[in-house]
């Protein structure tokens, strides 16, 4: 039997409740812990009768990793993890859809940044490659707050590689977020139209050239003062909320 994953904070196991209750094998709650968000988590879990049971907050830390668990955890069958095929076949379903591709973002935390906000815009995945790049880990599900139920997370072996064959077989536009002399202002590049996919890179690095040579356009986020970066989570937010503003719009 593959190794259970835990599920821990409100929001994410509230989401895992809501979208894939089939997964969760347990629910574990702090002893004596009684409020009402407790009770909404219960209350969804009741009908697929799932087993309940208290513990203490030491156990709670022991099965989450970390002690920011928010009193619950839910004991969960892994989910099968997606890679290029499935990529291929969200495209072949939805050739105009909107994707995140991450070039090595290793913060488990701006990668559950990111996978929140891909999911509050509208995003049809996250892509990230398989090696020297964060994982879907329970701390980054937490920061994810329900996002990770809602988008593909997609691990590929050569990011590269995908990006070309997501341009060459299903006419996606990769747009890459960096500063050179041939970057347009983000508002200035169309996302409408096509399936679209912006890339973003490690906040130390940026895109790696290899990465950068895939992209059908660089675009950049303006910005006042003496600024010359922002954090990753942050940028990514800017960025889909303008290719979401476009998309929306026409």
């Given at each position: 039997?593959?190794?259970?994953?835990?599920?821990?904070?409100?929001?994410?196991?509230?989401?895992?409740?809501?979208?894939?209750?089939?997964?969760?094998?347990?629910?574990?709650?702090?002893?004596?812990?009684?409020?009402?968000?407790?009770?909404?988590?219960?209350?969804?879990?009741?009908?697929?009768?799932?087993?309940?049971?208290?513990?203490?907050?030491?156990?709670?830390?022991?099965?989450?990793?970390?002690?920011?668990?928010?009193?619950?955890?839910?004991?969960?069958?892994?989910?099968?993890?997606?890679?290029?095929?499935?990529?291929?076949?969200?495209?072949?379903?939805?050739?105009?859809?909107?994707?995140?591709?991450?070039?090595?973002?290793?913060?488990?935390?701006?990668?559950?940044?990111?996978?929140r906000t891909a999911a509050a815009m509208g995003a049809e995945?996250v892509i990230v490659p398989r090696d020297r790049s964060a994982?879907?880990?329970?701390?980054?599900?937490?920061?994810?707050?329900?996002?990770?139920?809602?988008?593909?997370?997609?691990?590929?072996?050569?990011?590269?590689?995908?990006?070309?064959?997501?341009?060459?077989?299903?006419?996606?536009?990769?747009?890459?977020?960096?500063?050179?002399?041939?970057?347009?202002?983000?508002?200035?590049?169309?996302?409408?139209?096509?399936?679209?996919?912006?890339?973003?890179?490690?906040?130390?690095?940026?895109?790696?050239?290899?990465?950068?040579?895939?992209?059908?356009q660089t675009v950049y986020i303006p910005m006042a003062g003496?600024?010359?970066?922002?954090?990753?989570?942050?940028?990514?937010?800017?960025?889909?909320?303008?290719?979401?503003?476009?998309?929306?719009?026409?």
């Amino acid at each position: 039997m593959a190794k259970l994953e835990y599920f821990y904070g409100v929001h994410s196991v509230e989401s895992l409740l809501e979208l894939e209750p089939e997964r969760v094998l347990n629910l574990f709650t702090l002893k004596g812990r009684d409020d009402q968000r407790l009770k909404n988590i219960l209350a969804l879990a009741e009908p697929f009768g799932i087993s309940v049971q208290q513990a203490s907050r030491d156990k709670l830390e022991k099965m989450a990793g970390q002690p920011f668990h928010q009193g619950v955890v839910a004991a969960v069958r892994p989910h099968p993890t997606l890679n290029e095929q499935d990529l291929d076949a969200l495209l072949k379903n939805n050739p105009k859809a909107l994707l995140l591709a991450l070039d090595q973002v290793t913060d488990p935390h701006n990668l559950g940044a990111c996978i929140r906000t891909a999911a509050a815009m509208g995003a049809e995945a996250v892509i990230v490659p398989r090696d020297r790049s964060a994982s879907l880990t329970p701390t980054a599900r937490k920061i994810a707050a329900g996002g990770a139920e809602k988008v593909k997370f997609i691990q590929v072996t050569n990011l590269a590689r995908t990006l070309g064959n997501i341009k060459d077989e299903f006419n996606v536009q990769v747009v890459g977020t960096m500063l050179d002399e041939k970057a347009l202002p983000i508002h200035e590049f169309d996302f409408t139209g096509t399936g679209v996919c912006v890339v973003m890179g490690a906040e130390d690095t940026g895109l790696r050239p290899i990465t950068q040579s895939q992209c059908d356009q660089t675009v950049y986020i303006p910005m006042a003062g003496n600024l010359q970066s922002l954090n990753v989570s942050v940028a990514t937010g800017m960025a889909l909320y303008e290719a979401c503003r476009q998309r929306n719009g026409k």
